[in-house]
């Protein structure tokens, strides 16, 4: 699996606008906030510079997730803070990326499994929410439920490289760290360490 990283900072201008596609022109012109319009700007050049998308008409949507029509490779964005990711893979992937800050713990007891409530008290800090957090919405993004499957329905535990069986389907998690943020990835039925590959500005511009 390999999860692709491109800061935010050098598209606040909105530089490489005409490059991505229409569809996506139109959703950067939609937010209001510029930390907003450059995530998903980004999004756009890095589906562009990794799965040469250039055109609306190669997606294809099940579920309101994309693929690409031609197959080859499976993919997923996330963003949070700086950063934007495109995870891609041979198999049915999803990613995650957040940005550490102190987590409030009506988040963990909506959100979280007793099981998983009871390890977070244990181990008590922000990272272990986070691990738990980008576990969950990369299986629901990878799984292309979203929150028609509940993050309180399902557990992640333990969080190492095992299968997790969830929902009937089988997942391969990993995790790592950039910059203050924490990435997961979630993989369908074969376990892959994330690879990650540092994109420029230059490189989604080009």
């Known amino acids: 699996m390999r999860v692709y990283i491109c800061g935010i900072k050098a598209f606040l201008t909105l530089d490489g606008l005409n490059l991505v596609t229409c569809a996506r022109k139109e959703r950067v012109r939609a937010y209001r906030r510029t930390e907003d319009k450059a995530r998903c700007l980004v999004a756009g050049l890095l589906l562009r510079r990794v799965c040469g998308i250039t055109d609306d008409c190669q997606l294809k949507y099940v579920n309101d997730k994309p693929y690409l029509k031609d197959g080859g490779m499976y993919f997923n964005i996330s963003h949070s803070g700086d950063y934007v990711v495109l995870a891609v893979s041979d198999s049915e992937v999803g990613v995650d990326i957040e940005k550490i800050l102190p987590y409030f713990k009506e988040a963990a007891d909506l959100c979280f499994t007793p099981r998983e409530r009871e390890w977070l008290r244990r181990e ?27 993050p309180e329905t399902f557990c992640v535990l333990p969080l190492d490289s095992s299968a997790h069986r969830i929902d009937g389907r089988i997942w391969f998690l990993d995790w790592l760290f950039h910059d203050g943020h924490i990435i997961c990835g979630a993989v369908e039925n074969m376990a892959e360490k994330i690879e990650l590959m540092t994109i420029s500005a230059d490189d989604c511009l080009h």
């Open 124 to 150: 008590g800090h922000d990272e272990m929410f986070y691990r738990l957090w980008t576990a969950k919405e990369a299986v629901m993004k990878g799984s292309g439920l979203g929150f028609s499957l509940p």
